[in-house]
Structures are given as C-alpha cells and as structure tokens.
C-alpha cells in the first residue's frame, strides 16, 4: 500500500519556538540580529545535517550548495558567519574531526537516557527550488519566513490528520502574528499565497478566511510501513554514534555507502524477524548493535589499510554478522525461515 507523503526534512517544533522567540521577544545588538539570509541559511544547513545536528567540516562546500539551490552566495556566506554569532552553530571536534554543529537540535537528539522524540514538521524540500526563497532575502524578510515555517508546521499536521489537508487561516491573525506593516503583510501573502513557485495553495478566501493547502509538489508516493522506518533510523543513528566515537575517518558520501550497506545486510533480514515474531524486537535491537560495534572497532583496527570504505565495511558486516550469529541460533533460524518463506535463498551469515 502507497501513501502520499510529504517529502522533507525534519524540523523539532522547539527549533521554530526557539527561533521566533529570538527574532519576537529578545533585543540584540545589530550584529545579532536574525536576518532573512541567516535564517536561510539556516534553513540549508538543516537540510545537510546529520540526525545530531552535525555536519563534518571537510563536506560542506557552501557555494555548491548555494548552486544546486539558486541561493546567493554572498548573502549564504554572511549568514552562515551571523549563525555563529547568534549561537545557531557551533564548531564540535570530535575524535580529531570537525563538525558543524547546530546546538539546538543537537540539544534535543533522543538519547539511551532519553529515548523521547521531540515535536517535528516536515519542511519541504520543495522550498529550496526556483529560487523561492531569495525572495525572502532580497525583501530582507525575516518575519516572513518565520510566518511561513508556522504555516507549513500548521499544514503538515493537517495533512497528517485530516483527508481534506486544508488548514483555515484567519487574515487577522497572520497579520497580527507577523508583527509588520500592513504593506510589508501584503506583499508577504503575495509571495506566500500567490507566488509561482509557492508551496501553499489558496483554495479560498472569504470574509476574511483562508482555506489553504499544500501545492502537490510538495509530495511524494512511498511504500508505507512507518515500523520499517523507524527501525531503520535507530539501526542508522547507532551506526552514525559508533562511527563519531572512532578513529574512523570517512566522508559523507561514504556514511551513505556503509548505511546502505547495513540497510541490506542486516536492517531488512533482520526486520523480516520482527515481522514473523514481534517479541524477538528487543533480542534483535541487541544483536545488531553488536554487529555494528564490533564492525566498527573492526573497520578502525584497519585504518590505513582500506582501499574503498564502503566495501569494506560490507565485507565486515558479513563476517561478523555470521561470528555473532554463531552464538543467537533461536533469531538465526527465525531469519532463514522468513527468506524461506518467501521462497528466496537465505544468505550465508543466516544459515
């Protein structure tokens, strides 16, 4: 079965709080001050961090970004150096790496301690094409795009909820949450509502009332099992731990390598035990976590040896996943019987 979702990146509600009350209640100095480009590039590097809110300093190439993405550089640059004096970014080091970080979501990452997830939206991708946003920038406003991020939170929870996923805005009450002008407002619901590359849409306005919905660009079509997926992200957030721990030096594109190489070598076989039996959930949680490990202590034994990383680690997942499996003959034989029933071959680590 397919849902339409909508496609994007996570943003914690206390992120949107923290922001607005920065640019609403607080007074800074001018070199404080939260713009328009600061909150874009925001925006960006938000899209590029990693589940802990870090970004590894030798992968961002800032006017790449600003390319693919029909940014201007310039005003990218200048915020990214504003994001650092207003505290938004922080440089963490981190076994001889450097990282960009972005305390405030880095400050809410559920933890072993605390497993609670915190409050998300979804910001769509969609809002970084057509230069959307350099709208934004050139009108140096800030208030309004934080007035955006409150509608797209306020749409996506309806989308989650409703099968119609069309919100109700009264006028007043965006004017009067946007704290601008009545000119600067218009042009904002111009831009907002009725721009070309717009991510709402207006399904009507009467007496002062908006019906409002996302536009269909911001969707996609995916195969639903929301367990699948978290039991992924937990599997790929253990990974991404073990490996910040380490020695192990490795780009981004080679952390997506060694995940998709976790994802075929032991998140899909061993979910398909979670399926025949939901009681083996915390046996398997168990077990992966130390195929993980000892692969990575297995990987950072090699340091300097390995030619390609993401093979490598490939090989090793095998290698240890069958040594510990040796040992965990109950969820072994669990696994084979899923593939057999499926009338596919078992891979040699289950057998």
Not at 168 to 178: D, S, V
Not at 204 to 221: K, P
Not at 253 to 260: G, S, V
Not at 329 to 343: C, G, T, W
Request: aromatic share 12%; hydrophobic share 40%.
């Amino acid at each position: 079965m397919n849902e339409r979702v909508v496609d994007g990146m996570q943003f914690f509600d206390v992120e949107l709080k923290f922001l607005k009350r920065y640019e609403h209640e607080y007074i800074h100095g001018s070199e404080k001050k939260l713009t328009a480009s600061s909150l874009v590039t925001y925006l960006l590097l938000r899209s590029l961090c990693d589940e802990a809110g870090l970004i590894m300093e030798q992968d961002l190439n800032l006017k790449g970004e600003c390319e693919k993405r029909n940014l201007p550089y310039s005003s990218i640059h200048n915020g990214y150096h504003r994001l650092f004096d207003i505290g938004l970014l922080n440089i963490a080091r981190i076994n001889g790496r450097t990282y960009i970080q972005l305390p405030v979501v880095a400050a809410y990452v559920p933890t072993a301690i605390d497993p609670k997830m915190p409050g998300y939206f979804l910001v769509p991708k969609a809002i970084f094409s057509s230069g959307f946003l350099r709208d934004f920038i050139k009108a140096r406003d800030v208030r309004g795009l934080l007035g955006l991020l409150d509608l797209i939170n306020g749409l996506y929870r309806e989308s989650k909820r409703k099968s119609k996923q069309w919100l109700k805005r009264k006028k007043i009450t965006l004017f009067n949450k946007l704290k601008q002008s009545k000119q600067v407002f218009n042009k904002w619901l111009k831009r907002v509502f009725y721009g070309k590359n717009s991510l709402i849409q207006v399904k009507q306005e009467l007496e002062g009332m908006y019906e409002l919905a996302f536009v269909e660009t911001v969707f996609r079509e995916r195969k639903q099992d929301a367990k699948f997926d978290q039991f992924q992200a937990s599997a790929h957030n253990t990974l991404s731990s073990l490996l910040r721990s380490s020695s192990v030096r490795y780009t981004s594109d080679e952390l997506q390598d060694m995940q998709y190489a976790c994802k075929q070598e032991i998140i899909t076989p061993m979910y398909y035990a979670v399926e025949a039996n939901e009681n083996a959930m915390s046996t398997v949680k168990a077990v992966m976590a130390d195929i993980l490990s000892a692969s990575v202590r297995e990987v950072e034994s090699q340091t300097g040896n390995i030619q390609v990383l993401g093979a490598y680690f490939r090989k090793t997942l095998r290698l240890q996943t069958k040594r510990i499996f040796q040992d965990e003959q109950p969820l072994r034989y669990l696994i084979a019987s899923s593939y057999k029933d499926a009338n596919w071959d078992v891979p040699e680590q289950f057998q």
